[in-house]
């Protein structure tokens, strides 16, 4: 079992950059998959990115060359970093962790771990 906590959002200007963390607790962490998901105002649930245990990412198109997903399984920590930061991207970001899953498709499709969330507000 993973349990999952996130940190590092907050308010920033068009432009600008943040690094989300997500702590991972539970040895099960170092084999899930694991993926940030997003969830703006009066819109559905979006996966965004997404990393294999060995490494593999994956990408939603509107993050694509931005955001950049990495994990330290040593450390038990999940990271987003996030550059070029658009009014569009204004959400609450999620971390999760999914047993057998893979990256392409963020991580779902199965039982699914997820954290309480961190809000990225970005201004104009």
């Known amino acids: 079992q993973v349990q999952l906590v996130e940190s590092g959002g907050g308010s920033v200007q068009a432009g600008g950059s943040l690094k989300l963390s997500c702590a991972a607790y539970?040895?099960?962490?170092?084999?899930?998959?694991m993926a940030w998901h997003r969830r703006a105002p009066g819109k559905g649930r979006e996966g965004i990115a997404a990393?294999?245990?060995?490494?593999?990412?994956n990408y939603a198109d509107s993050v694509k060359g931005r955001f950049t997903i990495s994990r330290d399984n040593a450390g038990g920590t999940l990271y987003l970093q996030m550059n070029n930061l658009q009014p569009e991207d204004t959400a609450m970001y999620y971390c999760?962790?999914?047993?057998?899953?893979?990256?392409?498709?963020?991580?779902?499709?199965?039982?699914?771990?997820w954290g309480l969330g961190t809000q990225v507000t970005v201004s104009s």
């Open positions: 999760a962790a999914a047993p057998f899953r893979e990256a392409h498709i963020f991580c779902s499709g199965g039982p699914t771990t």
């Open positions: 539970g040895d099960a962490y170092k084999s899930a998959c």
């Open positions: 990393i294999n245990s060995d490494g593999t990412t």
